[in-house]
């Protein structure tokens, strides 16, 4: 992939797990001038041959960069990232701005862009979905919160990491439609694997009839992604899904806050708490058929 930076603002990311790691590195190979920093050292070698600089606090990372990136586990790990001891906010110049691709809560980083706003920092939401295949090959859609003027900035970092980048409106507009997404691949993870699981009591070819239903009405980017895994019932890392399970509670909380009543969601997330006191919550968010196949004696 070849990209020309869209800015020649120095660029910082924080979180190198299984998402992070892959965005980051699209920004190295796109020549953004880039640092990087994870709580857990020994995540940046591969990033480091790309190019980038490796630095050893958040506090280091904010005052090397202009526009920090973060892609963190959940509320709590950006809260410390940002304000913690030696955090971004230590080392953020005034004029400097977040760019948040965590998924957490919109309360919350709506509470964290006015507290970086009290500093003279920007924040802007932009949770992705796309799985680690996405954030590899740059292809993440991209869901963006915050002022017009930040967005804007935005765009050239945001464009070497995905491939449909969406401004939904003011911060935490992102969040929103991030839970949305949870929600409803809840239910498309429920259904393929109710439809796996019904061709092989069938004595089917359970993966020629994917292949078959995969471009008609029934197709969606989880039956041509993770049916396999269903049927094997093997499930490699793509997506923990107890990290689903983290994102469909915010859902669920937000549904519970608006009035909305979400009963596929409901038990979708009852599977999965059941799948991860099962001791799989490290399996890929496919593992949701487990309990569907052992109900129906697979």
Request: with cysteine.
């Amino acid at each position: 992939m070849t990209i020309s930076p869209a800015t020649t603002e120095r660029i910082g990311f924080a979180g190198l797990g299984t998402m992070g790691a892959h965005m980051a590195a699209n920004l190295a190979r796109a020549g953004f001038a880039l640092t990087v920093w994870n709580r857990t050292a020994g995540r940046a070698d591969d990033l480091v041959e790309l190019g980038a600089t490796e630095v050893a606090t958040a506090a280091a990372l904010g005052a090397a960069a202009d526009i920090v990136v973060t892609c963190l586990t959940d509320s709590p790990q950006v809260e410390a990232v940002l304000f913690g001891e030696d955090g971004l906010a230590q080392g953020l110049a005034p004029g400097s701005l977040v760019i948040d691709c965590s998924t957490i809560s919109p309360t919350k980083v709506t509470e964290f862009a006015a507290r970086l706003g009290e500093r003279g920092v920007s924040l802007i939401d932009a949770p992705v979905t796309g799985g680690s295949e996405g954030a590899r090959l740059a292809t993440l859609s991209i869901l963006v919160g915050g002022e017009p003027s930040d967005v804007a900035r935005a765009q050239g970092v945001l464009a070497a990491m995905g491939r449909s980048i969406t401004h939904l409106g003011a911060v935490g507009a992102g969040q929103w439609a991030k839970a949305i997404n949870q929600v409803i691949l809840a239910g498309t993870y429920l259904g393929v694997a109710e439809g796996v699981v019904l061709a092989l009591k069938a004595g089917l070819d359970a993966q020629q009839v994917i292949d078959a239903l995969a471009g008609g009405a029934a197709g969606s980017w989880v039956l041509a992604n993770r049916a396999g895994r269903m049927i094997e019932d093997d499930y490699p890392l793509g997506f923990k899904i107890e990290l689903h399970r983290k994102d469909l509670g915010i859902g669920l909380e937000l549904a519970k806050s608006v009035g909305a009543v979400l009963p596929v969601a409901a038990l979708a997330a009852t599977f999965e708490d059941g799948v991860i006191a099962e001791g799989h919550g490290s399996d890929d968010n496919a593992a949701l058929a487990r309990p569907i196949r052992r109900l129906s004696g697979l």
